[in-house]
């Protein structure tokens, strides 16, 4: 056999071996993906529209998979947590969001997300008071649709103090926690990706790698149908 015909044997073997882990990774990928949780209707008596319940956490547990130290959102779903951050939501309707807010603090990198924008009224409440804004290093997370311009800063809490939860997930009803409610309004159909934009990827480049870029962890998306 010449050398040319090794080569190009050596070369075929080498995209040959590529294709396989290219196609193992797709295969893991499309096996993983988070499901789609439907937001839940809103009683008329409470402003009508529908309602996402969410959580963030510190370290997402070993109840959600093989990284149960990352950082992570979960929704509420017929009574259970669900790891997942892709959300269906109707068209042309508000959206009541209620966030319970379990990690501490991180503070942002840009102090123009400590705002509240595009929610209704550009305001939220923390723990019951009506905000529109809270200081940049008090951000654990947030909750960012920038297509939509909804841009929410998620207070954390003191990681020392009594009843701060270590994994998820995790019981707003006995552990530390914030407590955010805001409302926005969606537009025609369409999929909406969003995101968290505080940096809280621990052991990852400026903190922006792992859960920051991974679905069902801190960022997903908004399905507007």
């Known amino acids: 056999m010449s050398v040319m015909a090794k080569k190009v044997i050596g070369v075929a073997l080498a995209v040959a071996v590529v294709g396989v882990a290219l196609a193992l990774y797709v295969a893991d990928w499309a096996t993983t993906f988070p499901p789609t949780v439907a937001a839940s209707a809103n009683p008329l008596s409470a402003g009508g529209g529908t309602r996402l319940t969410l959580e963030t956490v510190g370290a997402v547990g070993h109840k959600y998979g093989s990284k149960p130290d990352w950082v992570s959102y979960l929704v509420r ?132 790698g792992g859960p920051m870029q991974t679905l069902g962890y801190m960022d997903g998306f908004i399905d507007v149908v």
């Not at 942002?108 to 019951?128: A, D, E, K, Y």
């Not at 649709?145 to 998820?168: D, M, Q, R, S, T």
Request: aromatic share 10%; with cysteine; net charge neutral.
């Open 77 to 208: 779903s017929n009574g259970q947590w669900v790891h997942s951050t892709i959300y269906k939501v109707p068209a042309h309707s508000v959206v009541h969001v209620t966030i319970y807010q379990f990690d501490s603090a991180s503070g942002l990198r840009n102090p123009l997300f400590s705002q509240v924008q595009g929610t209704v009224g550009n305001t939220m409440t923390l723990n019951g008071k009506t905000v529109v804004s809270i200081p940049p290093e008090e951000p654990g997370h947030s909750f960012a649709i920038p297509e939509l311009g909804v841009y929410v800063p998620l207070a954390g809490v003191n990681e020392e103090a009594k009843g701060f939860c270590e994994e998820g997930p995790c019981s707003p009803a006995t552990q530390l926690h914030n407590t955010i409610t805001f409302s926005f309004r969606t537009g025609k159909p369409g999929r909406y990706r969003w995101q968290c934009f505080v940096p809280c990827g621990a052991g990852f480049l400026n903190g922006n």
